[in-house]
């Protein structure tokens, strides 16, 4: 049963909104760096993930794009919030399959970009 239990708790964090939101954040940063330095491809596929990070951020010097999107994954991870699939600044997540019967779907965005909502 602990077994179980632990898979399904590492199933839950990894289907969660914000690590979804992260996993996103930098898949949208290693595509710009890509799209900017497309011969890079192939050697990011073998990177660590300290090589990865210091390679982007050797990019976001160039990079204003890519610089804000390290800047909010690094060093501001609090403006990641869940919100609306809809709602202004909105990313859309999915997960397109966790069973064979299940669907995932969420949505984040930056917080500075829309006031926070009023607590009830």
């Given at each position: 049963m602990q077994l179980l239990d632990a898979t399904a708790?590492?199933?839950?964090?990894?289907?969660?909104?914000?690590?979804?939101?992260?996993?996103d954040l930098?898949?949208?940063?290693?595509?710009?760096?890509?799209?900017?330095?497309?011969?890079?491809?192939?050697?990011?596929q073998l990177m660590t993930d300290?090589?990865?990070?210091?390679?982007?951020?050797?990019?976001?010097r160039t990079s204003p794009p890519l610089a804000r999107l390290l800047q909010l994954l690094l060093s501001e991870p609090h403006r990641i919030e869940p919100c609306g699939e809809h709602s202004p600044g909105a990313f859309p997540l999915s997960v397109?399959?966790?069973?064979?019967?299940?669907?995932?779907?969420?949505?984040?965005?930056?917080?500075?970009?829309?006031?926070?909502?009023?607590?009830r």
């Open positions: 708790q590492d199933n839950f964090m990894f289907l969660s909104t914000a690590f979804l939101a992260m996993y930098l898949s949208r940063a290693v595509r710009l760096y890509i799209h900017e330095q497309p011969a890079s491809r192939s050697a990011i300290q090589e990865l990070l210091a390679l982007l951020q050797s990019g976001a397109r399959k966790v069973t064979a019967s299940s669907r995932c779907c969420a949505a984040y965005r930056s917080a500075s970009r829309m006031p926070r909502p009023r607590k």
